[in-house]
């Protein structure tokens, strides 16, 4: 079974929107921190978003009012919502999430999901 999923990535014009998901499974007893990730081609990878479990949230400069995250505790799952695409969004996108299990924390990062902002 696949720790993260993540959904909702594709292609989109500038100025649209995309709303990405990643949700966790397996036997989890709580989640702590949840972020987004995303990295360019030819760039290091970069924190676009992070909640803690409390519900506080942080962004990256460069997506602060253009972008929220969100969190299901019932469903495990974070969610980016990401409005005013511009073309340097355009980046694989990873979510991080740190499981609590009963062996122990676990840190894992989703597959990617490829984000394109282009016309």
């Known amino acids: 079974q696949v720790p993260l999923v993540e959904s909702g990535g594709g292609l989109v014009q500038p100025g649209g929107s995309l709303r990405l998901s990643c949700a966790a499974s397996g036997s989890i007893v709580s989640i702590n921190g949840m972020a987004w990730y995303r990295q360019a081609p030819g760039k290091e990878r970069e924190l676009v978003a992070v909640i803690t479990n409390g519900g506080s949230t942080k962004y990256a400069y460069s997506v602060k009012g253009r972008f929220t995250i969100s969190r299901d505790n019932a469903k495990n799952t974070v969610h980016l919502q990401m409005d005013s695409l511009k073309p340097e969004d355009t980046a694989v996108y990873y979510c991080?999430?740190?499981?609590?299990?009963?062996?122990?924390?676990?840190?894992?990062w989703g597959q990617g999901t490829q984000v394109t902002v282009s016309s």
């Open positions: 991080n999430v740190a499981v609590i299990r009963t062996t122990g924390l676990y840190d894992y």
